[in-house]
């Protein structure tokens, strides 16, 4: 079955980096886009960025373009997250997710990140 | 950015309720939508997509309908396990966006 696991969350200090990781199995990774989704604590869903399935494309939310960058090694089964300069707003849970036509079909657990000082 | 308002962000209902959420989006999206259940400590899990396809495993209680700019999730007989939080999200443009979520609470 669709697996997908999510590491790489902690607490970071305002400004810092983080890099997220998500490890997938039990499809085909390199034939599906992928995307992050956060949800900060008590909040709602928050869409982040998308990649294509084979890295050619790449959509970002407003409030992290220019800070994050979404990632993936097909090799590997790996999809990741580079979060630059880090805000308190940053703060979350972030999952990935398997698209299908832009829809999430299958979820990790998520990794919490907490940018604090 | 397509705006996605849900309501009611609260219900209260009874076991064997009819339970219906409401979507509303900015602009119209066809029939590029998804709902998703979210349980507290849990990720979310798609339960409809492209308005009223039913996912693989969700029960027939749950239906979807609209398209355009209206949407419905339709809870026929709530059940224990159906009290979570719902959203909906368009999936016409990126950005994606998500409503703001519905919770259904016991009566």
């Known amino acids: 079955q669709v697996q997908l696991v999510e590491s790489g969350g902690g607490v970071v200090q305002p400004g810092r980096s983080l890099r997220l990781s998500c490890a997938a199995s039990?499809?085909?990774?390199?034939?599906?886009?992928m995307h992050w989704v956060r949800q900060a604590p008590g909040k709602g869903l928050e869409w982040v960025a998308v990649i294509w399935y084979d890295g050619s494309n790449k959509y970002y939310a407003d409030s992290v373009k220019g800070r994050f960058t979404i990632s993936r090694d097909n090799s590997k089964n790996t999809l990741s997250l580079q979060m630059n300069s880090l805000r308190a707003e940053d703060t979350a849970i972030y999952y990935c997710a398997r698209d299908w036509k832009q829809q999430l079909e299958d979820w990790g657990q998520g990794t919490l990140v907490t940018v604090s000082s | 950015d397509i705006q996605m308002t849900q309501s009611p962000s609260s219900v209260s209902a009874s076991v064997g309720d009819r339970v219906t959420i409401t979507c509303r989006a900015s602009?119209?999206?066809?029939?590029?939508l998804a709902w998703y259940q979210q349980k507290p400590g849990k990720a979310p899990k798609v339960l409809i997509y492209a308005a009223s396809s039913l996912q693989s495993g969700v029960p027939s209680r749950f239906s979807g309908s609209g398209s355009g700019t209206d949407f419905t999730l339709t809870i026929s007989s709530l059940q224990p396990e159906d009290f979570a939080t719902y959203y909906c999200?368009?999936?016409?443009?990126?950005?994606?966006?998500f409503g703001g979520g519905t919770k259904v609470e016991i009566k």
């Open positions: 039990g499809f085909t990774f390199s034939s599906y886009g």
């Open positions: 999200q368009q999936a016409n443009s990126f950005p994606l966006t």
């Open positions: 602009q119209g999206i066809s029939s590029s």
